[in-house]
């Protein structure tokens, strides 16, 4: 249904968590190298439960990957660092919902590169982000409401 791509991701719990979601969803999850874990981590398979064999799994190397597979306007940067609200989009099915690594997000870089693909959560400015695990959760839901498939 839809694609989610972990550029650099650090936390094996989140992928896991974001693997079981895809799987869920009948998504596709995209892990864009290096990781800070391997695809054996204990903890990685605890939080992707006996679903992770399920998973429809692609590995990369880069983001450019991504971006020579799917229509750029169809690949969404999941920031703090943009304005729009992920609920202003209107989403199909295959999109692409690219969220950056737990410590530091997508670099910006990235983002002043595609300047109308950026989409956040607004959140209080007390904290300075959400869970990786709950904002692909919070993007991926919105998605499927809006094009109306209840599994």
Same mark, same amino acid.
């Given at each position: 249904m839809f694609h989610i791509v972990l550029f650099e991701p650090e936390i094996p719990q989140n992928t896991g968590n974001i693997g079981r979601l895809c799987v869920g969803t009948e998504s596709t999850l995209h892990l864009i190298q290096p990781m800070r874990f391997i695809l054996t981590d204990k903890a990685l398979k605890r939080a992707g439960l006996d679903y992770w064999p399920n998973l429809n799994l692609q590995i990369h190397n880069s983001i450019e990957e991504i971006y020579a597979m799917f229509p750029q306007e169809r690949i969404f940067l999941a920031s703090t660092k943009v304005k729009k609200c992920y609920w202003d989009i209107k989403y199909q099915k295959d999109d692409v919902f690219v969220f950056g690594p737990e410590s530091r997000g997508l670099p910006i870089e990235l983002l002043n590169k595609y300047p109308e693909q950026g989409i956040r959560i607004p959140m209080s400015n007390?904290?300075?982000?959400? /869970?990786? $695990? /709950?904002?692909? $959760?919070?993007?991926?839901?919105? $998605?499927?409401?809006q094009i109306n498939c209840f599994f």
């Open positions: 007390k904290i300075r982000s959400i /869970n990786l $695990a /709950n904002s692909v $959760a919070i993007i991926m839901y919105e $998605a499927v409401r």
